[in-house]
């Protein structure tokens, strides 16, 4: 279902694709992996409405699964190596900056769909609970950073105030996002 919300923007002209290392916003130098530009992709579709500014935040790129079947929503932030790392990431979430991104962006999602007019059955892969998106956080951390932050910051990437995400936000860092980009 996610690949009609992908049609509808390559039908209305807005869609934008690029390579996670080509993104401004990249911490992944290295990655050829294609992603969608959602920053681009907001930009365009307020221009459209005409207004000047985005009163909305939203994850930096979409990933869509091989199959088509999972949209994933990734906010990427490079790792800000003059703080304690723990203390970072713990902080990040715990100011609600990446889970208001991510709600904001179902919202821009929503909205260009409705917008734009799209078959009501998309509607339905969005509020149905047994294939919610998926959020990941993606940074530049090393795997011991990583094997760290994933257990500390468990209790706090946990999105409760809505069912159309699965379960907690996922972290990655380059390595495992590499993993996870084969495996889905």
Not at 55 to 63: A, E, I, Q
Not at 64 to 88: A, P, Q
Not at 115 to 136: G, M, P, Q, T, V
Request: charged content about 25%.
């Amino acid at each position: 279902m996610p690949e009609k919300f992908i049609q509808l923007l390559k039908a209305k002209n807005i869609f934008n694709e690029c390579e996670l290392k080509d993104h401004p916003d990249t911490c992944c130098n290295t990655l050829n992996t294609k992603v969608i530009n959602f920053d681009e992709i907001k930009k365009t579709f307020f221009t459209t409405l005409s207004l000047n500014a985005c009163p909305c935040g939203s994850v930096d790129v979409l990933y869509l699964s091989k199959d088509k079947s999972k949209l994933f929503l990734i906010e990427m932030k490079s790792k800000n190596t003059s703080r304690n790392i723990k203390d970072w990431v713990s902080d990040y979430f715990k100011s609600d900056e990446v889970p208001k991104q991510i709600i904001e962006s179902i919202i821009l999602i929503l909205g260009i769909s409705g917008y734009y007019r799209i078959e009501k059955d998309f509607y339905n892969y969005i509020f149905d609970n047994s294939k919610r998106l998926k959020a990941i956080f993606l940074s530049n951390f090393t795997d011991r950073e990583l094997a760290t932050l994933t257990m500390a910051s468990m209790h706090k990437r946990n999105l409760k105030n809505t069912k159309m995400i699965s379960g907690k936000i996922g972290i990655y860092n380059n390595q495992s996002i590499q993993d996870f980009f084969t495996n889905n």
